[in-house]
């Protein structure tokens, strides 16, 4: 059974700094891999979507990365923004299109000015 | 992107009664429509999967008789809790995928009371 881990749960940062959100799954048998952003009692607004066949995906100051073998993926945030204080989940897809994703809990960001 | 719409945003019921959430998919169209609860801190778990024109598929644990999902058409999908007790209290959100890519409503936090 495919589980999705997230650490840290919760990161607190000043304004600036680069970051690095971690996701770890434990079947490699992944479809592909997606990024959200949750703000509090919201929706999910995708950010990323790695197919498995990809290592990265960038898009403007975020760059999230895959690797397989190892089971991880990580969303890097350059120069950090108070407006990136949000709750950041990872999905894992499985290997038929058609499937629902799997979630991790989600690391909560702070981003202090 | 592709758009979700989930409505309504927010409904507070009194324990009992029903209430009806609407996902619709406004610019493609969705065969299948996955429906996921989200408890205070906790990660998106996967309830039911809806399928245009055929019977939702219930994950363990999910009463389909309390949850009743209707998947009409191939843009709205509802799903509807029957009368609704204090811990059914949570945020419901739909979810379709158009190619690869999975698109989530804006959410509806339901608060029996």
Redesign the interface.
Known sequence: KQE?TQIPAALSVPEGENLVLNCSFTDSAI??L?W?RQDP??????LL?I?SSQREQTSGRLNASLDKSSGRSTLYIAASQPGDSATY?C?A?LNQ??T???????TTLSVSS | GAVVSQHPSWVICKSGTSVKIECRSLDFQATTMFWYRQFPKQSLMLMATSNEGSKATYEQGVEKDKFLINHASLTLSTLTVTSAHPEDSSFYICSSRRGTEAFFGQGTRLTVV
């Open positions: 999705v479809y592909n997606q959200f009692g919201k929706g999910l607004t995708s979507l197919q989940l999905a897809s299109a058609g629902a994703l799997i979630f991790g809990k989600g």
